[in-house]
């Protein structure tokens, strides 16, 4: 938990003339999680965020599969930003990790691995409540 907890991961690349290679396997190193699903995020206009929310339980892989942006990271009581721009880096972002995307480059995919299966009642969308639970639990 925590924004220690969030690090970037180099991912294999195979280089090769006829275009690069990068591959990801299920609870593999550096994926300390079974992958249960599997969203990209694509066409996002110039200037627009996404994410704004925290989960309780789910784990994620957020790649810049082409382009570059930029997360924000707030686990209550600090805040860090990651630039996102290697389609062989991935940053691992734990639970209880409130996360905001921001500064997409046009044309810019970003792909993401989660360890569960969508459920609306692992979210928290509301930034104070969020903020009222990690700070009740420290
Ligand atoms: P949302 O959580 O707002 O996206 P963001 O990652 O920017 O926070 O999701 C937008 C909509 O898509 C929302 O109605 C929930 C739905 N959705 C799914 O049905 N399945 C999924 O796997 C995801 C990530 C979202």
Redo the contacts with the bound molecule.
Sequence with gaps: MGIEACEVVRLPKISDPRGNLTFIESGQSPIPFDIR?V?Y?YDVPGGEA????AHRKLQQLIIAANGSFDVVLDDGFQRKTVTLNKSYEGLLVSTMVWRELVNFSSGSVCLVLASEH?DESDYYRNYDDFRGVVASKK
């Design positions: 699903r969203y995020l996404r994410g704004g929310h969508y």
